[in-house]
């Protein structure tokens, strides 16, 4: 990196600059209650700087030399506040040692470092519904079919965490002078001479402005991005009144600004994506970084029900403010389609790559858990070598990427029954009996193209319609919206059906969600089914969690045995 120093005055308010740094220089090293006001107003300045993204607009424009020193004068500012906490620290008269800074620390106001601030004030969901119970089995599914409807039904609404309780640093909550003094090790001082890296010792100020003990609620902000340092009234250890404080966790700081971000955009997402924000799925806050991966997964996993374009905006901000908190993401990964979560750097939270398409299925299928190829009956060294059109290796990637997305994604219903109204998978109980039916309905469409079977055409469509409604029925209780990944990902699940409805003499009804209507309901699907959102404004038909089929015309074999499943708009109530 090169040190400003080096360079000589090329303009006239440089020689000012250069006075103002020496006079400030003096006032920071001083026990006063001066240095902690210029501590603090230097902090402001760095914390203004951090709002500005080189790679983004209206900055992107700028000369790149220009950007470069940018980085290059916020990297040093954030190695002299980091200094300057460090020498507030060491017993009065001495310097500290390189690296002793202090690692963390809480504000005057009662703000924790890590544990008592990780959450922001987020939603802390609780509540049952009533289980839902088995009816039929079909004639084509195993024993094993006869499994309970997935999940209950999420109490709406959530409730907010209550910042007077000890875990939300409240009055019975960690006080200042309890806070660990932790002391950085000279490789993370190092850090900072890195000029594509932000200061991490610096933390970004909390969206959350925490209200005096006995307040019963928090509120968001959109101006406040980080946490505010105050100056502690008095210290310890030879420290004097006025020195300067101690930053916080910047894990805790970033977790909070991705609840921010996930308010945002669940706000104006509202068409796609309801409020409130699904609960943790296990009722624990955790570690600063077990919380930034949740969030940080959870906010990707809402995109994908997004239309394109909407979610590659949101896409490119979360990944700018994770940069923003020294947490870079490739541009590549950014840009790949195929990564659905975006991995952030130091184990925080891993990629993940699943793909709509792929340029050899076949080698892709050989790729997947073994229990897959099991299921179908099908041996991993025999797949290459099946027959074009044969539907068994898209089974196998598509229920493993299933399964995955049931994982991830703690708003995902299903219904394993047609009758059943689809129940959620945000528990391991219920996607363990998901991942039970899928693997019966796996291997019962298998059976049906093995040759030793002998089962006819009809009975093969059969079973891999029945399939077709658990792998590709996964659905949310307010659906994707048409142009999303999510319609791209069940219309791929769908098309597996066409070569053995085409030997059937069926084909599979491909029509754009906006233009299905009630009558193609009436006419192509069963009558049990799926209720939607209601409201005037919403499309009568909202998603399809079952493949609708019918006899092509001319046909004489009569009537439609594979009809599919909607998710419908409720009619509304007739006034008398």
């Excluded at 470092?113 to 509540?127: L, M, Y």
């Excluded at 993401?329 to 659905?340: C, F, L, S």
């Excluded at 995902?412 to 039970?436: C, F, N, T, W």
Aim: with cysteine; glycine share 8%; hydrophobic share 35%.
């Amino acid at each position: 990196m090169t040190d400003a120093h080096d360079h000589e005055p090329r303009h006239a308010h440089a020689l000012g600059l250069g006075a103002f740094a020496e006079a400030a220089t003096a006032v920071l090293e001083s026990p006063s209650q001066c240095g902690g006001a210029m501590f603090e107003a230097l902090h402001e300045c760095w914390l203004a700087l951090q709002n500005v993204a080189g790679h983004l607009p209206p900055y992107r424009d700028d000369p790149r030399e220009v950007v470069e020193r940018l980085d290059e004068a916020r990297t040093q500012l954030g190695r002299v506040l980091r200094e300057a906490s460090a020498l507030a620290a060491a017993p009065h008269g001495e310097s500290p040692a390189r690296g002793s800074a202090l690692a963390s620390g809480e504000a005057e106001d009662g703000h924790g470092s890590g544990d008592e601030n990780r959450d922001g004030g987020g939603h802390e969901a609780e509540g049952r519904g009533e289980d839902e119970h088995v009816g039929r089995g079909d004639q084509v599914a195993s024993d094993e079919g006869n499994e309970a409807d997935v999940g209950v039904e999420p109490v709406q609404g959530d409730r907010m965490a209550d910042p007077a309780s000890p875990a939300a640093g409240g009055p019975e909550g960690p006080t200042e002078s309890e806070a660990p003094e932790t002391l950085k090790t000279p490789d993370q001082l190092d850090q900072l001479d890195n000029p594509d890296q932000l200061d991490p010792s610096i933390p970004a100020k909390s969206s959350v402005p925490v209200k005096q003990p006995g307040s019963t609620e928090l509120s968001f902000t959109d101006e406040e991005l980080t946490e505010r340092h105050t100056m502690p009234e008095s210290s310890s250890h030879g420290s004097s009144s006025g020195s300067p404080p101690v930053p916080t966790d910047p894990l805790a700081d970033f977790a909070v600004v991705l609840e921010q971000l996930e308010s945002d955009l669940r706000s104006e997402q509202v068409r796609y994506l309801p409020q409130p924000a699904p609960p943790r799925r296990d009722g624990r806050d955790g570690e600063a970084a077990e919380l930034v991966g949740r969030i940080w997964r959870r906010v990707h996993m809402a995109l994908l029900r997004l239309p394109g374009d909407v979610a590659t905006e949101w896409r490119t901000t979360a990944a700018a403010k994770a940069a923003l908190a020294g947490l870079p993401v490739p541009d590549e990964e950014v840009a790949d389609t195929d990564v659905i979560v975006l991995g952030l750097p130091d184990g925080l939270c891993p990629a993940e790559r699943l793909p709509l398409d792929f340029a050899d299925l076949p080698a892709a299928a050989r790729e997947v858990d073994p229990k897959f190829h099991r299921y179908l009956g099908l041996p991993a060294a025999e797949i290459g070598s099946l027959p074009p059109g044969d539907p068994r290796p898209a089974w196998a990637v598509r229920a493993a990427q299933a399964e995955r997305l049931a994982a991830l994604d703690p708003e995902l219903h299903v219904a394993l029954l047609h009758d059943h109204q689809p129940g959620s998978l945000a528990e391991q109980e219920h996607r363990d009996k998901y991942e039970r039916r899928l693997a019966s309905l796996l291997r019962t469409a298998g059976q049906g193209l093995d040759e030793k079977m002998a089962w006819t055409r009809e009975n093969r469509l059969g079973a891999a319609h029945h399939l077709d409604m658990v792998l590709g029925g996964l659905v949310h209780k307010r659906p994707a919206a048409p142009e999303s990944w999510w319609y791209q990902w069940r219309t791929r699940v769908s098309r597996i059906l066409i070569p053995l409805a085409e030997d059937a003499n069926y084909e599979v009804i491909f029509r754009p969600l906006e233009d299905l209507r009630r009558d193609f309901a009436a006419e192509y699907t069963i009558e049990e089914t799926v209720k939607g959102v209601a409201g005037s404004s919403e499309p009568e038909v909202q998603w399809v969690v079952w493949t609708a089929l019918r006899r092509k015309k001319g046909s004489t074999y009569g009537p439609n045995k594979h009809k599919g499943r909607v998710v419908v708009r409720p009619a509304e109530p007739t006034r008398r």
